[in-house]
């Protein structure tokens, strides 16, 4: 199982991957175009439960949880929290080492995908959810 973080009103787009059955007419997963097409929303991403529930307490979402959704009105205070832990790697790190093992790439990698989302969600006038 895993948790995704996205922008619902973010635009999406579209990958498309050829499929394995070569246009075959039956095919449930292309029908056969020969071609699968996965949707996804600017700046989505996902994580393992545990790295997404690490995540929102690490960002101090209110209360962690399997599934929400912040409104556009607390984006703003967010993307403070976000550049504020950027510009401090002694938090980062510390972060890293309560949630994620040492493994700080890991911990600065998420804080940049959260970062980027926010800033989508905030252009689209978006709120920002999980699940
Ligand atoms: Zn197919």
Not at 67 to 91: C, M, N, V, W
Not at 111 to 116: D, E, F, S, Y
Request: overall charge negative; aromatic content about 10%; proline content about 7%.
């Amino acid at each position: 199982m895993s948790i995704t973080f996205w922008a619902p009103k973010a635009p999406s787009s579209e990958s498309k991957f050829p499929c394995l059955c070569e246009g075959d007419p039956q095919c449930s997963f292309c029908k056969g175009t020969g071609e699968e097409i996965f949707s996804s929303s600017l700046g989505e991403f996902n994580v393992a439960n545990g790295s997404g529930f690490a995540i929102q307490r690490w960002l101090g979402f209110p209360e962690p949880d399997w599934g929400g959704t912040l409104p556009l009105a607390k984006l703003e205070i967010l993307e403070q929290g976000l550049l504020s832990l950027q510009e401090d790697p002694r938090r980062l790190a510390f972060g890293a080492d309560l949630h994620f093992g040492s493994n700080q790439d890991r911990a600065n990698g998420y804080l940049t995908k959260m970062l980027a989302l926010v800033r989508v969600a905030r252009k689209a006038s978006s709120p920002l959810s999980w699940g």
